[in-house]
């Protein structure tokens, strides 16, 4: 069992930055790909983007140049840093790692 807890998430104004944090635990071994999702109110989960285990990142279009995914081995730790934030990056985001969730944290983006 891996259990995987999202933190950071809160009100933000346009333009503004969030860090979201994703902290796993429990049967880990080593951790290799891990994933960041969204779903927005009324619309389907997405990807936002992933990191592997030697820190190579991968993002949507939409958050390229703007979102930014790391990850701390040692921690069992992995990170989303958010600037320039739109009112469309209003979503519950989810950290993911094989089959198993976060529960989310909610952005929200407004002024």
């Known amino acids: 069992q891996v259990q995987l807890v999202e933190s950071g998430g809160g009100l933000v104004q346009p333009g503004g930055s969030l860090r979201l944090s994703c902290a796993a635990s429990g049967s880990i071994h080593s951790i290799g790909l891990m994933e960041w999702y969204r779903q927005a109110p009324g619309k389907e989960r997405e990807a936002v983007g992933s990191?592997?285990?030697?820190?190579?990142?991968y993002y949507r279009d939409s958050v390229k140049g703007r979102f930014t995914i790391s990850r701390d081995n040692a921690k069992n730790m992995m990170y989303l840093q958010m600037t320039s934030l739109k009112p469309e990056d209003t979503a519950v985001y989810y950290c993911k790692y094989l089959f198993y969730w976060g529960k989310g944290t909610l952005v929200t983006v407004s002024s």
């Open positions: 990191i592997t285990s030697g820190g190579s990142a």
